[in-house]
Every structure is written in structure tokens, then in C-alpha cells.
């Protein structure tokens, strides 16, 4: 049976789809590149250790996809 992906991998999945890079991403979102990337892989980093992303802020990064998605033209500046 098919393991179903985690929720960094289905956002991994939905950025290729749209054909967008991390760096197309990060213009668009005001996210960092690196932190797309830790999005993507579930885990972000940190004074050397690998924590799980919070449950709110993966929630923060899925708003903005869902709106890139709709077709919304938007900067978010996060954490500032």
C-alpha cells in the first residue's frame, strides 16, 4: 500500500505542478528560499538542530499558497 505523503511533500508537490521554482516562490510569498525549502521538507532548522515546523506557521505557508493559487497578487512580509 502507498504511503501517503507528509505535508511538506504534498507542498513540494503543488509548487512543481504550478511549474514554480523556490526562488519564483520566495518573490512572490516574501519567504526565504531556505525556508520553502524547510517547509517542504518538514523540518526547519536551527542552531544546528532539525525541529518539526509548527502547526501554525505550516498553516501561515499553506494561506499563502492557497492564495497564490487562487490567482491572488499579494507580498506578505513574514516575521517582521
Not at 526565504?32 to 517547509?39: M, T, W
Not at 499563502?64 to 516575521?79: P, Q, V
Request: glycine share 10%; charged share 35%.
Amino acid at each position: 500500500m502507498a504511503e501517503h505523503p507528509h505535508e511538506g511533500e504534498r507542498a513540494r508537490l503543488w509548487r512543481v505542478s504550478l511549474k514554480l521554482s523556490r526562488r519564483e516562490l520566495a518573490e512572490i510569498t516574501g519567504y526565504s528560499e531556505s525556508a520553502i525549502q524547510d517547509f517542504e521538507a518538514g523540518f526547519q532548522r536551527g542552531r544546528g538542530e532539525r525541529a518539526p515546523i509548527g502547526e501554525r506557521e505550516m498553516l501561515r505557508y499553506r494561506l499563502a499558497c492557497a492564495a497564490i493559487d487562487a490567482g491572488l497578487n499579494f507580498r506578505w512580509e513574514i516575521g517582521r
